[in-house]
């Protein structure tokens, strides 16, 4: 099969008729529709990010693939939206072959490096170094049937939450639940809260970085079949109290940044706030709640089971990928070391609280 020419845009000059191959070549290839892997969310990185790119691959007249991506100094690439985005790789038509080395040269890049690789994304995962789970919640039954797995499997969790939801109400004022928020304030007070809490446990605040916070906002405004913002929130006595943004397609829902206000932590109103998510989403048409990778009990808690991402580099032989490799491997070897070794890891959670509680000095 003869080897597809590539022509390299920037998203903001794909057309329409590109919009709509890349998302219906995703819905035929894809189990899940993820909103991070949709031409909109490329587009919007690129309003926001001028290092953005896009490989169109064509055979003949017919376009088959599109392949985002950030292009840095030496050829230096990344994922689109790399650091905050949760799945990641190229939408490629089924029957399409391509050498992934050709794919780099026509971009000009010496190395892709991303870390929420897809499982399915069958051109990368070769170059894959490392694998995590990522929680998800399957609602094909609907929300009742979700309820009654949740009693099964974790009866204390749900009776705890409901328990807390009545206590909140009870001592703070009426619940008031808004899945799809369009209010700015409550996004202002959801970043805020955000923002404190990388703080407080030391870690580097996204919302620091321009480009992150103007993606944010950017995305929050943009609603189209596949891919959505969507600012949840949950309000007691008419006052926020927890709020959530994340991203949806027709069939799935992302989590991105959830937090909430600290004064009402007794009453764990992210808990009540992402029960009400779920129930809202699985009313919408919502057939998989994406918790995306990381570690946290609450989503071990709310989970029927895993996806798997990915985490690697694609590298050519030229001297920009071995510099791409000692600015990136011995880092990402010591984080991995970290994170296999219990006593390490709690060591390294222990010294991020005491850095942020420096900082809040």
């Not at 009870?170 to 404190?196: C, H, I, M, Q």
């Not at 932590?265 to 709640?289: C, D, K, Q, V």
């Not at 989970?303 to 050519?316: S, W």
């Amino acid at each position: 099969m003869s080897t597809p020419r590539i022509d390299v845009v920037h998203p903001g000059e794909l057309t329409s008729a590109d919009i709509d191959l890349w998302n219906e070549l995703r819905t035929a290839t894809a189990t899940a529709a993820n909103p991070f892997m949709s031409a909109q969310f490329s587009q919007a990185v690129g309003r926001v990010r001028c290092d953005t790119r896009v490989a169109v691959l064509r055979r003949g007249r017919s376009t088959v693939g599109y392949f985002p991506y950030q292009r840095g100094r030496w050829g230096s690439g990344r994922a689109v939206g790399l650091g905050v985005s949760d799945c990641q790789g190229a939408v490629l038509h089924p029957d399409l072959s391509v050498d992934p080395h050709h794919l780099m040269r026509a971009c000009s890049l010496s190395a892709w490096e991303f870390n929420h690789l897809e499982s399915g994304q069958e051109l990368f995962l070769p170059y894959s170094t490392g694998q995590f789970a990522s929680p998800v919640i399957d609602l094909r039954g609907g929300f009742e049937a979700y309820e009654n797995h949740l009693r099964a499997h974790s009866p204390g969790f749900l009776k705890a939450a409901r328990s807390q939801e009545r206590r909140m109400a009870r001592n703070v004022g009426p619940l008031r639940f808004v899945y799809d928020e369009r209010e700015p304030a409550a996004l202002r007070a959801l970043v805020t809260w955000k923002s404190a809490h990388y703080r407080r446990t030391g870690r580097r605040d996204p919302f620091a970085q321009l480009w992150i916070a103007q993606l944010v906002d950017v995305l929050s405004s943009t609603a189209a079949p596949d891919c959505s913002g969507i600012l949840s929130v949950l309000y007691a006595a008419d006052r926020p109290v927890a709020a959530h943004f994340g991203l949806r397609s027709r069939t799935v829902f992302s989590c991105w940044f959830p937090s909430y206000d600290q004064s009402a932590a007794t009453y764990s109103p992210g808990r009540i706030l992402y029960l009400r998510m779920i129930e809202a989403a699985a009313a919408s048409g919502i057939h998989l709640f994406d918790f995306g990778r990381g570690e946290a009990a609450y989503k071990n808690s709310f989970k029927t089971g895993d996806l798997i991402v990915h985490e690697g580099a694609l590298r050519t032989t030229s001297p920009g990928a071995a510099l791409h490799w000692l600015r990136r491997e011995p880092m990402r070897a010591a984080h991995r070391l970290v994170r296999d070794h219990p006593t390490l890891k709690t060591a390294a959670v222990r010294t991020l609280r005491a850095v942020g509680t420096i900082r809040n000095r």
